[in-house]
Structure formats: structure tokens, C-alpha cells
């Protein structure tokens, strides 16, 4: 009995340690030879926004020989070194190549090199490359537009219209190699899988995980059930309970995991009631694409945001949850009255024999199951809030807690595997390579600059166009890609904007695209999940009718929203 509370035991430890250690595995350093009879010459290349230039070659001439005696690539962060195998008597010129770019030559003397070079190394000032527009320029924002008009015009599943998309590019792309033409370039395989942040792709999987155990407890439908026990048959009650536990549900989980498991039994409840399931459905989706604002691994939306602008669990919780609160309860108000004929007129309560069969569907199918789940959760939870200072990455809390959870719970790892939403991932995956696509080409560069130009150093300016034109933007093109593609551009404003280190215009974003989501049938993910079950269950939600209420709900709530992060940022600090 001992051991086998000990084995029970073993995955929680095992969690705690494994994050617990996190970050102190690595760190040694490496250790760097130099031969004393070659000039180490190193720099950095940026584009005209003070962006990084990868992939680029630099070659280097001395005394004006015309074969290079060294060659270099820069990396990721712009940096290259040049071993010349002697210093050079006159000059030493470098000549940089980048397709999408202009061709940089920089040439310096030979006394300069000595002058500046007390350490037999020479530092090559940062060198502007100016970028170009080329065929492959267009190739990847015509490719950009047609996956977004697919996506919006629902004319090819999304992830279909994401590969299709990096089809385009990479087809351009061998199709220069093969004809010799480097206008046709816009991106290779190897740039392209550079562009996959894969700590997306892991937290959304290993969270996956873990909601499928749980999903099997039948936990979610018993607090639906209890909604209904609470509000004792009330239907303008029971709707604020069902929009509450979809909030809660949807900032612990995700929006579109929440729906799948909510939908389902708000269908039965409202059925039983005699009441338009539709008014019960679309108030619950309204609301988790709200309250997922307020954490991490709330809203897709969120996750890219996070990981790319470095904003953790608990930053999101402080500076957002507040904002998300009020928003909610602007859409309670806003939903009671829109719906107060339907709530009026429902019947106020369900025949003995159909309250017996919703208790009947609503039970706990495995109570140890469950409570081992939530042990493993609510651990994960607290390394969320605490990532930061104990240096644990989001992802590998995802995937740690998810192993552990497997082995503990010891479930049936095929179906598991198959709870896993590979679908989305490999959308993600697609979409990140489409949108590195246009960011390689400089059509994000080209964006940024024009808000830049458009805003100046107005920070308010900035957040009112992100919050709202990203809402509409993410109502018209759905908020998953606009967001990815508008990351690097907030970026940009992020880094030229006087007081935007503070992040205020990522939380713009997060709240835009997430709320936006709101504005139509196809601005998030869970709306589209939510109209699929519901027409399966007879009760179609068209895109006129669900605009006719989520339009009026989004400039609602984000009103809300909007005032609270003005009020966090630039009246509080």
C-alpha cells in the first residue's frame, strides 16, 4: 500500500523537480581558440528598422584582389565574423548579398583597421541593407491575401488554405533556383521551418494533452448540470452561470476546448427548457473569447503573443484579467438584454423525466481520475504564475505536466494521442511559414513603417488603432493569422515608441484580435466549433444572425476593455 502511494505519488515530484530545475541544466561556456595570424573582422547587419539581417553573405576582399579570402552568413541576430587569413596592407572591402535586398559594399583602409584594432580584431560598424521589391515581393503577399480570403470565405478548411499558401511560396522559390532567377526568390525550406516558433506548437499540445484527460471525466458537463440545478430553471440566470463557468473554464483552458465541451450539454439543457438553444450558445462563445484575454493559454490569440513578445502567465493575469472582468459583465448586461423576450418566455423549468436524464449525463465518470488531474493542474498552474523567476518556459510546463499526467493516470495513450488536435498544430505550423514568407520579403517592414509614420510617438494613438483596428481586421480575416502576421509590426512600434517597453501595445493587440473575434462567424476559432455543433443538433447559426448580435457585443465590450488598459497604462502606470 505504501509503495503504491509513493508510485502515486512519483509524477507530481517528478513535475515539481523537472520545472523546479529548469534552466540551471546549461549554461557553460564555450571556449574559443585564435590563431594569432588571422584577423578576426565581425559586425552586424540590420535592415532600415533596426531589424536583424539573417541568411545574408558577406564576403571579403583585401588589398583588391578579386577572390574573396573569406566568406561568412550572418545569424539570426545579424552577427557575422570573418577569419582573414592576414591582415590587409591597403584596403579590405566586404561585400554583402541578401536576395530581397540591395547589394552593400563597405570598404575601409587599411590604417583605419589598425588604428581600431588594439586586440588584432576589427569591428565593422552596423551596415544598413536597404531592401528591394521583387517578384517574389508580390509572389508572398498575393499568397498572404489568398490564404485570408480562403480562410474568411470558408472556401477551403484553414489549415488546407495555410499549406497551400506555403505551396505558393516555396513553388516561387524553386522555381528561381531552377531558372536561375533570384526576383523569383522569397523563401527556402530551412528559412521557412526557422520561421515555426515551436514553443507555441508545445504548449498548445501538451495542453491538448491534458484537457483530453480531463474532457473524460465528465467534470465539465456536471458543472453545467449544476448551472441548471442553481438557477433553478431561470433562464436569465442560468445564462449568467453558463457564461461565468465558460469564462473561468476558458482563461484555465482555451476557448475553443471550452466550447467543445460546453456546447454539447447547454444544447440538452436548453432543449429540455423549450427555449432557443441559440441564445444560450452564443452568449457562452461571446464570453470565452472575453475572459480568455486574461491569461497565457486563454485564447490562441495569446499564446503567439505571449511567446513572441516574451509576456508571461502572470503578466497577462495582472494586466489584462481587470480589463476582461469588466468586458464580461458589460456582455452580461448587453446579452439580457438582447435575449430578455427568449429568457422571459422560456418555460422556467424540465419534466421530472428529462431533469433524471440530464443528472444521468451529467455524472462524474472517474472521480480518482479527475482528482489526480487536477493535482497535475493546479501544479501547473502555480508554474505559470511563477515561470519568470523560475526560469520554466511555458511549453515545458505543458509538456512536463502532460507526461506526468500520463504516467500517473495511466490512460490509453492511442486515444490520447488522438485528443491531440493535429490539425490545428499543423495549421500553425503552415501559418508561421506563410507569415515568415512576408516578413522576409518586407511586406511586415513595409506595414510597420506606415504606423509608424501614421502614429509618430503617440502611444494612446497607437493602442486606440491597434485595440479597434485589429478587432476589425480580426472579425473580417479571423484573428489567429492577423495576429501573427501583425506581431513583428507591433514589435517595431514597441521598440520606436516612447513608453511602449511597457507592452501596452501587445496587450492592444491581444485585446483586439481576441475581442474582435467576436465581430463575426469567422473572427475565432471557438465560433466556428460552436456554429459546427449547433448545426448538427438542427439549429444553424448564420453569419448574419451571428453578426447581428456579436458585432454590437464587440464594440461593447471592447469599449470596456479599452478603458481599463487606458486607465492601467496611462493613468496608474
Known sequence: MVLRKFLGLLPIAMLIVALGGWGFVFGADDAHAQDDDVLPVTGRLLDEQGQPVAAASIRAFVDGESEPCAEAESQENGTYMLALPRPPEQTLRLEVERYHFESLSYEVEAQEIERGNPRRAFLVPDLIMRRKITAGFWIATISFAVMLLLIALDVLHSTVAALLGVSMVLGATVLGHLIGSDDLLVISMERALSYIDFEVIFLVMGMMIVIGIIEDTGVFQWLAFVSYRVSRGRAWLLVIVLMLITGVASALLDNVTTMLLMAPISLQIAIAMGINPLSFLIPEVLASNIAGISTLIGTPTNILIGSYADISFGDFLSNLTAGAVLALLALIAYVEIVYRKEYQAASGGVSKVLYEKLRQNARIKDPITLRKSLVVFGVMMIFFLLGKNLHTPPDATAMIGATALLIWVEPDVEKMLKAVDWTTLVFFMALFMVVGAIQEVG??????????????????????????????????????PFTAAMLPVVGFLSRTIAGAGSKVLFYGLSVGSAMGGNGSLIGASANVITAGIAERAGYPITYSRFLKIGAPAMIVTIGAATLWLVFRFFVIG
Request: aromatic share 8%; charged share 0%; no cysteine.
Open 443 to 480: 511586406l511586415i517592414s513595409h506595414v510597420a513603417m506606415f504606423l509608424s509614420n501614421l502614429i509618430g510617438q503617440n502611444l494612446l494613438a497607437g493602442l486606440l488603432i491597434l485595440i479597434w483596428g485589429g478587432a476589425v481586421f480580426s472579425a473580417v480575416i479571423a484573428n489567429i
